[in-house]
């Protein structure tokens, strides 16, 4: 196996690639052709942007540009809490895919749970699907109350939910939660932001089986069974980041990293945005 030939299937039956390239803070057209470029040609097919990310249009031109067909990328963008509402939310995808230069994109996720426009918003994204603006429909930093108190008025489920998740923040009963609903588990940030990567449980790991701490995380989340989005601008990263399915880690080795949670969040506590409806 690889990174290209890596699929999830998710609960609507659409395939997606378990490891795919974060593009927050990827800015600039020539440094986004330059990190697009090297992704593709490493194998990565998902791409992760967002309309908070403002980078929108430098991902569809780069598509453009690299030449790259649509049919073999995997494209997630996420709508901003100031976009949420029926109306609003489905006027701002399609300005998003006018920036990508797309008909659809592959995966649409509510960027956070907001309770001004909580159950609207899922009305609007229930519809786009079935208007193809999007193939499949998630949500990014819903907790299992979220996902609950969603299910008592969506007609479809999210398939995927995107949320911070690392050796310090390992979120586990989410994680179960998740499986046992059929919904992917995406892990944003999930290298820590940088944020683990002196921890000397890690070094030592990653010295056993000759690898960098970055590769051993990543490969933690794999052998998790989660999804994962890696960003990086350095080419050399790029590879080393999708150069994780020659090694395992032993049960043992699992047990020491997933030892390291530590309930820290790089990012925003989810309730908190929930209710003051946007990101502070
Ligand atoms: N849904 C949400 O709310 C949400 C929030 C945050 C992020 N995301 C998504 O998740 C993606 C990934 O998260 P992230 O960018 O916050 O953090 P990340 O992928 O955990 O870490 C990225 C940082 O680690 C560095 N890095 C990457 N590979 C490395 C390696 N092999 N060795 C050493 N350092 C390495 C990068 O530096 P260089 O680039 O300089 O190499 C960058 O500073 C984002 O790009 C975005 O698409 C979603």
Do not use: C
């Not at 100031?82 to 960027?111: P, R």
């Not at 786009?128 to 603006?133: N, Q, S």
């Amino acid at each position: 196996m690889d990174i290209k030939d890596n699929l999830l299937t998710l609960a609507d039956g659409n395939e997606m690639p378990q490891e795919g390239f974060g593009l927050y803070k990827v800015d600039g057209q020539a440094t986004m052709n330059q990190a697009v470029k090297k992704a593709y040609e490493d194998g990565y097919r998902l791409f992760d942007t967002a309309q908070l990310y403002g980078n929108e249009q430098e991902v569809g031109m780069a598509f453009k540009q690299l030449a790259i067909p649509r049919d073999n990328i995997f494209v997630t963008t996420k709508v901003a809490e100031e976009n949420q509402g029926y109306d609003t939310a489905i006027e701002s995808v399609k300005e998003s895919l006018h920036k990508l230069q797309m008909d659809y994109v592959d995966l649409l996720l509510v960027h956070w749970p907001i309770e001004r426009s909580f159950f609207d918003t899922w009305r609007a994204f229930e519809e786009m699907k079935k208007e193809g603006l999007t193939r499949s429909i998630g949500v990014s930093n819903y907790q299992m109350i979220h996902l609950q108190y969603l299910a008592t008025q969506a007609n479809e489920m999210p398939v995927v939910d995107q949320i911070e998740l690392h050796p310090l923040l390992t979120q586990k009963p989410l994680l179960e939660f998740n499986r046992q609903h059929q919904i992917v588990t995406q892990a944003w940030s999930p290298l820590g932001r940088g944020a683990v990567l002196n921890e000397p449980v890690l070094k030592d790991i990653a010295a056993a089986h000759n690898k960098s701490i970055a590769q051993i995380i990543l490969r933690w989340h794999f052998q998790n069974g989660v999804s994962f989005i890696p960003k990086s601008v350095h080419e050399e990263r790029i590879a080393q980041n999708a150069d994780i399915y020659d090694f395992e880690l032993n049960a043992q080795e699992m047990a020491q990293i997933d030892a390291l949670n530590a309930y820290h969040r790089t990012g925003r506590e989810p309730e908190l945005v929930y209710e003051y409806n946007k990101q502070y």
